[in-house]
């Protein structure tokens, strides 16, 4: 089973983050902040990634480093349980449309962290959550995680519809990404022989 428990403490925050990669899309979530719960068990049940997350911050100021802290730690534990990501399909992405939203996301498992977010919201928050701070999310994410994502909001009238879109596109791709090819399960899907460094 490919999975991993990742803490991160900080002044700021204090997360546990239990994933599960080959789960059945199970998910226990709390981390103050109603609308990124919803995301986070999104993210579970699309992905079919079980996921139990715990995360207390400094709400009281903001919810900039709860956000961000997060993403970090979903991604170091997604890192982690990957390994060396033998095996891999690697590559994986999504089209998902939400009533009148249509956003792909397009996503590799390359040990190489790079993020484009071409999304534009309306409104500067949903319920109590700035929407700024999902640029953020999706950014500490990549970077924790060593993948090359692509998040494109292609368009879109609801910010509700934008933003969940996004998740539910970064699991669907992060599902097919991380299947074990049969053909190929005892290699490292580069040429290079291992996955992360430089092109």
């Given at each position: ?9 900080t ?17 226990t ?23 139990n ?11 900039h480093?709860?956000?961000e ?44 962290p790079?993020?484009?977010w ?20 999706f ?24 933003v ?5 596109g ?9 299947d074990?090819?049969?053909r190929?399960?005892?290699e ?12």
């Amino acid at each position: 089973m490919r999975q991993s428990s990742v803490e991160r403490k900080t002044k700021e925050t204090q997360i546990r983050a239990d994933l599960n990669i080959d789960g059945t899309g199970k998910y226990t979530v709390s981390t103050g902040i109603g609308f990124l719960d919803h995301m986070m068990e999104q993210l579970s049940r699309h992905s079919l990634m079980d996921l139990n997350l715990e995360a207390k911050g400094d709400l009281h100021i903001d919810y900039h480093h709860t956000t961000e802290d997060t993403g970090i730690a979903i991604g170091e534990a997604f890192a982690k349980a990957l390994g060396d990501r033998r095996g891999i399909t690697r590559y994986g992405h999504a089209y998902i449309p939400m009533d009148e939203t249509l956003t792909r996301v397009s996503l590799d498992i390359s040990g190489r962290p790079y993020f484009i977010w071409k999304v534009e919201f309306t409104k500067p928050k949903l319920g109590e959550m700035d929407t700024e701070l999902f640029r953020e999310w999706f950014q500490a994410f990549a970077f924790a995680a060593g993948v090359t994502l692509h998040v494109e909001n292609l368009y879109g009238l609801n910010n509700h519809h934008i933003v969940e879109s996004c998740f539910k596109g970064l699991a669907r791709a992060l599902r097919t990404a991380v299947d074990i090819d049969p053909r190929k399960s005892d290699e490292i899907p580069s040429t290079k022989g291992t996955l992360g460094g430089s092109l």
